[in-house]
Nanobody, 121 residues
Framework: QVQLVESGGGLVQPGGSLRLSCAAS????????MDWYRQAPGKQRDSVAA???????DYTDSVKGRFTISRDSAKNMLYLQMNNLKPEDTAVYYC???????????????WGQGTQVTVSS
C-alpha cells in the first residue's frame, strides 16, 4: 500500500553534514505524522526528530541545534539535515510515518528500510 524509501546516508567525518531524504509513495490519503528514528548497533530504535501536520517539530536532546527536520508535503517527502555530525550519531536511520490510505479510515504506521549513517575519521 505505502512505501517509505530513505536515501542520503553514507560515511562522513566528524563535523560533517548529511541530508537524508524519505520518499513516501502509494495509496496515500493523509499523512498525519512523519519522523526519523535511528538505531545504533546493540541499541533500541529511538526517535530522533518528528514533524506533525501543522509544522510542529520535536527533537531528541542529543541532536537539538544540529539536526533539522523538514517536509515537502506536496511531494510526500521528508528530510533530515544533519550538521556537525558526531561519531555517536552513527546508526541506521529510519523514516516513519503515520498514514491513512485510500479506502480505509484507519491510521497505520509505516517504516522504511533504513539508511546507514557512519560518522568516523
Amino acid at each position: 500500500q505505502v512505501q517509505l524509501v530513505e536515501s542520503g546516508g553514507g560515511l562522513v567525518q566528524p563535523g560533517g553534514s548529511l541530508r537524508l531524504s524519505c520518499a513516501a509513495s502509494g495509496s496515500i490519503a493523509t499523512i498525519y505524522t512523519m519522523d526519523w528514528y535511528r538505531q545504533a548497533p546493540g541499541k533500541q530504535r529511538d526517535s530522533v526528530a518528528a514533524m506533525i501536520s501543522g509544522g510542529s517539530t520535536d527533537y531528541t536532546d542529543s541532536v537539538k541545534g544540529r539536526f533539522t527536520i523538514s517536509r515537502d508535503s506536496a511531494k510526500n517527502m521528508l528530510y533530515l539535515q544533519m550538521n556537525n555530525l558526531k561519531p555517536e550519531d552513527t546508526a541506521v536511520y529510519y523514516c516513519n510515518a503515520e498514514i491513512s490510505t485510500w479506502g480505509s479510515t484507519a491510521r497505520k504506521t509505516f517504516w522504511g528500510q533504513g539508511t546507514q549513517v557512519t560518522v568516523s575519521s
